[in-house]
């Protein structure tokens, strides 16, 4: 792991300009949010912008999914993955609990947007407004803090690798699931996300052949 250090400990306009003269030139992708204290909303923006005219494909998550973010994000390489409170902060609703109800909201907010969502639940929703896949976990012991970042992380990586947003966030959903299923085999309900991190390797090795 290799740590920028910046000179403040919240996101500002000098941090962001900082960090954007540290970045390779030739990043791929970049998942932003976890973790994230901001300080300006406008220092967000200009990071997303800016990594978005350097075509950096892009997962946000957490402090990062406010709704001044979305006119940066119409039709560009992006998957945004908020759980529901994180989605209602973006789009202005919540998300029903009924499952046809959350599905067709979820459509609704891709296609007017133009971006992917992957909403996280016991069932993740991962829409790009014209297509649609579930992912049912039923892993009780995913709902600790941390499991979310995780996919994220995995969106990003696997974004690095392609252009199809939809299809990264319903692969990064079916990955992280996996590996959550078989942390909570081996350790039942106290998993962390560094236990779910480890066993990500295991789980995409059957993939290896294919990929």
């Not at 932003?32 to 204290?37: E, H, S, V």
């Not at 300006?40 to 005219?53: G, I, P, Q, Y």
């Not at 202005?92 to 969502?117: H, M, W, Y």
């Not at 639940?121 to 976990?137: C, E, F, P, Q, R």
């Amino acid at each position: 792991m290799i740590v920028i250090p910046l000179v403040d400990q919240k996101l500002t306009r000098g941090a962001v300009n900082k960090l954007l003269g540290a970045l390779p030139r030739k990043l791929d992708s970049a998942t932003i949010g976890m973790g994230l204290a901001i300080q300006e909303k406008n220092a967000l923006l200009h990071l997303v912008k800016s990594l978005l005219d350097r075509d950096v494909r892009l997962s946000l998550d957490a402090s990062a999914l406010i709704p001044e973010v979305l006119p940066l994000l119409a039709n560009k390489n992006v998957v945004v993955t908020p759980h529901a409170g994180e989605f209602k902060r973006l789009f202005g609703q919540a998300p029903p609990d009924s499952k046809n109800n959350r599905i067709k909201l979820v459509e609704e907010k891709a296609k007017e947007f133009g971006i992917t969502i992957l909403l996280k639940g016991a069932t993740d929703v991962i829409s790009n407004g014209t297509t649609t896949y579930l992912y049912t976990k039923k892993i009780p012991a995913m709902t600790v803090g941390g499991t979310g970042d995780v996919l994220s992380g995995l969106t990003a990586g696997l974004l690095s690798k392609n252009r199809k947003p939809l299809e990264s966030a319903a692969a990064a959903a079916f990955i992280n699931g996996l590996a959550g299923k078989a942390v909570q085999k081996k350790l039942g309900l106290h998993m962390t996300s560094m236990d779910l991190l480890t066993e990500i390797p295991s789980v995409m090795k059957p993939f290896d052949k294919i990929v």
